[in-house]
């Protein structure tokens, strides 16, 4: 029973933040010049144990790119009910992408992970193509990409 409350208060953290005592957050993405059509971005949370835990954000539209953010893809089954109602535009090669969403207090300084994976057209997949922490002391720091993404930020 105590697994099955924990698993409720993460989603509950996840998808109804105002119930979980959120707050906001803004995530600033910079992506690098690569030189390609707009990329494809999967935003997801995991745990310590690299558990799959929710879907925060999906840049681009066209579901059969979809497969091409290859952890994510994994981690969902390519389910589209995980980003129902969080979407927006792919991002172009060299420019920035910036969401504010709130997020549960409890997702921070307890292990949890940010993870963006992405796509470009006719490009290489890049999965978790920046992985950073979820930490209070993180906030404001810029973290670098391994591919596409140059850097990730978020303030609170």
Do not use: C
């Not at 109804?16 to 949370?45: H, M, S």
């Not at 389910?79 to 992408?97: H, K, M």
């Not at 993870?115 to 979820?134: F, G, K, M, T």
């Amino acid at each position: 029973m105590p697994t099955k409350l924990a698993a409720l208060a993460l989603t509950t953290a996840l998808t109804l933040p105002a119930l979980a005592w959120g707050r906001p957050v803004t995530f600033k993405t910079q992506l690098n010049d690569y030189g390609g059509n707009g990329a494809y971005l999967a935003v997801y949370v995991t745990d310590a144990q690299g558990a799959y835990k929710g879907s925060l954000w999906m840049a681009g539209g066209g579901t059969k790119y979809y497969q091409h953010l290859s952890d994510w893809y994994r981690a969902t089954a390519g389910s589209l009910a995980e980003i129902n109602g969080i979407t927006g535009a792919s991002v172009g090669s060299g420019r920035s992408l910036s969401f504010t969403l709130d997020l549960a207090d409890a997702l921070f300084d307890a292990g949890y992970e940010l993870h963006i994976d992405a796509a470009a057209e006719n490009l290489r997949e890049s999965p978790s193509d920046i992985v950073v922490p979820l930490t209070s002391s993180g906030a404001g720091k810029p973290a670098p990409g391994r591919r596409y993404i140059a850097s990730l930020s978020y303030e609170m």
